[in-house]
């Protein structure tokens, strides 16, 4: 019985084709590994080409008149209160620190766990269990460390 979850026999990457270089009339090679690139080449380009095209449309044809009211600051259509350049606690920081850290661990922890089963048939599925466990057991010890510093206390 095949399972649903994944595509006949590659897993989730099929394994690498080797090279099909065809040669038209003139004898010159016209498919390589790099062909099936080609579309996301020209979207990189287009994308490219419209910043700046923005920038320059912005730039040149964009209004120019400085007002008061434009040079204030904009904090939620409220007026500003305080000092727009105080500075901020280093717990600021910190806690975007962590939301950071937590969040590529999800970036990490989601393709792992998609994975898993194909890494467990080719032999692998243990390691694999054992190495994402000491990556959450460093950002837990992280975790406890900035808890213990005091990081997360607003007062």
């Known amino acids: 019985m095949r399972r649903v979850d994944t595509p006949g026999t590659g897993g989730y990457f099929p394994r690498p084709q080797t090279a099909r270089l065809k040669a038209n009339d003139e004898g010159i090679a016209m498919d390589s590994y790099l062909t099936p690139y080609l579309p996301i080449?020209?979207?990189?380009?287009?994308?490219?080409?419209?910043?700046v095209a923005i920038t320059f449309f912005?730039?040149?044809l964009?209004?120019?008149r400085i007002t008061?009211?434009?040079?204030?600051?904009?904090?939620c259509g409220s007026p500003t209160t305080g000092d727009p350049h105080a500075r901020h606690s280093v717990k600021f920081f910190l806690v975007a620190l962590l939301f950071i850290v937590?969040?590529?661990?999800s970036v990490f922890i989601y393709p792992w766990g998609a994975l898993l089963r194909d890494l467990n048939g080719d032999g692998l599925g243990?390691?694999?269990?054992f190495e994402m466990m000491s990556f959450m057991?460093?950002?837990?010890?992280g975790l406890v460390y900035v808890?213990?510093?005091?990081?997360?206390?607003?007062?």
């Open 147 to 155: 808890w213990r510093k005091g990081a997360l206390e607003w007062t």
């Open 58 to 60: 912005a730039t040149v």
């Open 137 to 141: 057991a460093t950002l837990a010890i």
């Open 68 to 75: 008061n009211i434009k040079e204030a600051a904009f904090e």
């Open 102 to 105: 937590f969040d590529v661990e």
């Open 126 to 129: 243990w390691f694999a269990y």
């Open 62 to 64: 964009g209004p120019r």
């Open 41 to 51: 080449l020209v979207l990189l380009l287009l994308a490219g080409v419209m910043c």
